[in-house]
C-alpha cells in the first residue's frame, strides 16, 4: 500500500471517529437536557414558594383565607348576590399550612401551589413516585359554562420543562375521580383537553347557589354569584 493509500485511510478513519463522537457528545448532551427539564421547577412555582418562605408571612395569609372562606360561607347561606376575591398568596399558604403541611402530607403527591394569571390558572405540584420525581404542573384557562358548571381547558401538561401529553393524562386522572364520585367529566369525547367540574348539587333544604362571574386576574381569583329563596 502507497503512502499515499495509507494517508488517505487514515484520514477517513479520522473523519469517522469525529463524526462517531460528535454523534455520541450530542446524544448525552441531549439526554443530559431531557433529565435538567425533568428536574427542574416552573418560575410560577419557586417564585410561588419563595413568598411564603417566611412562616410568620405564610400563617398571616392562611389566616387571611379561612376568614374570607368563612364569611363566603355564611354569606352564601342568605339570598342575594355575592362576591369574594382570594390570592394566590392567601389559597397557598392556605395549602401549606393546613393541607399539606408537615406531617399532613401524604406521598406520592405534595407540595400543591397555584398562580394565576390573566384568565389562566397553573397549579404545580411535587410528584415522587418509582418512575418520577420532580414537579408536575398543569395550565388550565377556566370559563364560566353556566350558573352550576366550570368548564376548565386543559393547555398545558408538564414534569419540570417538558411537556406531556395532556390527553392521556387526563382520561387517567378523571377515570380515577369519577370512581370517587368527583363532578367532574369529559367537555365532549376522551380525546378533548376540557374538563367540566360541576357544583355540588344543595343539601336537603339548603337553598340554591349560581355562579354568575368567574374571574381570573394576576394574583388573584374572584368568584360571584346569587342564592335563591
Known sequence: MSDGEKAKRRGCLWWTLCLMFSILGITIIGIALVFWSLKSEPTYYREARLKLADPVVRKAAAEEFEQK???LEQTTRKVGDWSEAFTEEEINAYLMEEVFSEGKAKKPVRDPLIAFEEGVVRLGCYVETDYYTGVISVQTRPELLNEREI??????VQAGA???PASRLLKEAV??????DFPLRWDGDSDSNSLILSLPE????A????LTELKVTPGQVTLSGSTGE
Do not use: F, T
Not at 175 to 180: A, C, S, T, V
Not at 202 to 205: K, L, Q, Y
Not at 207 to 210: D, E, S
Open 175 to 180: 377515570d380515577r375521580m369519577q370512581n370517587g
Open 162 to 164: 417538558l411537556s406531556l
Open 207 to 210: 337553598r340554591p347557589i349560581q
Open 202 to 205: 344543595p343539601r336537603h333544604g
Open 151 to 156: 368548564r376548565l381547558e386543559v393547555v398545558d
Open 69 to 71: 372562606a368563612e364569611v
